[in-house]
């Protein structure tokens, strides 16, 4: 056994020891407050790498979700005022079915007309007026409803069309009403064809926002559906294993206690040198 005072090479093997320890404990500590396994790029960097990317895609698949439950509301709007049109139709369709039997006489056909009128006028203010968050509804212009991952991006179209009285279309088919009247029975005929046609459109109108309805209902359970695997995933990834670093807490608690006794003693022992002076 050799003494020296010029280096306490125990001391020094102990301080490594402990300092090693401390990291580890430090560590431990760091996993079990945070509840997360990386918390610096130096825990795992290409882990941290995969679970920033993971988190992004669960980002915008959240707001992608909110953009078609958007999408829903907006044509949810559109087609309970269709309803309320095809309520005013129906009605208009019993003025004008009244207009056109000859027992009536023209001061009440110009009532019934006068009727005919508002209708007219009140399906005008729908096709107008009618708005979700600031934005008519009843446009010719196709909204794009923006869905994305974060990194893959699409898009589905939702299109409600124009609405006035001159312009009840689907398709093809285009029911004109501005020009009718109920003030002869002849005219209330013609009134009458183009209502059922109006009728008819409305109803495949509402059918067409049904089916994007459904588009979009479906897209945001797709993507409910990518948000809880991906967060599985990114969990897997992030989340501390919380039964072994409290095994490790336990351990590297007992560790660091034994090292700086270690230490202690390492560092008493070059007391023993001053012994050879007595």
Known sequence: MSFSILNNISSLEAQNQLATTQSNLQKT?????????????????????????????ITALNQSANNANDGVGALQVADGALSQVTTLLNRAVTLATEASTGTVSSSQRTALDA?????????????????????????????????????????????VGALASSNITNGASTADLSADDLTTDTNAQTALTDLNTAIANVAGIRGNVGATINRLQSAANVISTQVQNLTAAEDTI??????????????????????????????????SVLKLLQ
């Open 29 to 57: 500590l760091f996993q079990l407050s945070s509840g997360s396994r990386i918390n610096s790029g130096a825990d795992d960097a290409a882990g941290l790498a995969i679970a920033n990317g993971l988190q992004a895609n």
């Open 238 to 271: 992030t989340a501390a294993n919380i039964p072994q670093q409290v095994t490790n807490l336990s351990q590297y608690s007992i560790l660091n206690q034994t090292g700086i006794s270690a230490l202690a003693q390492a560092n008493s022992q070059e007391q």
């Open 115 to 159: 009727e005919f009128t508002q209708i007219k006028a009140e399906i005008d203010r729908i096709g107008s007026t009618t708005t979700f968050n600031g934005t008519s509804v009843f446009t010719a212009t196709t909204t794009s409803i923006f869905l994305s991952d974060a990194a893959s991006n699409s898009t589905i179209g939702v299109s």
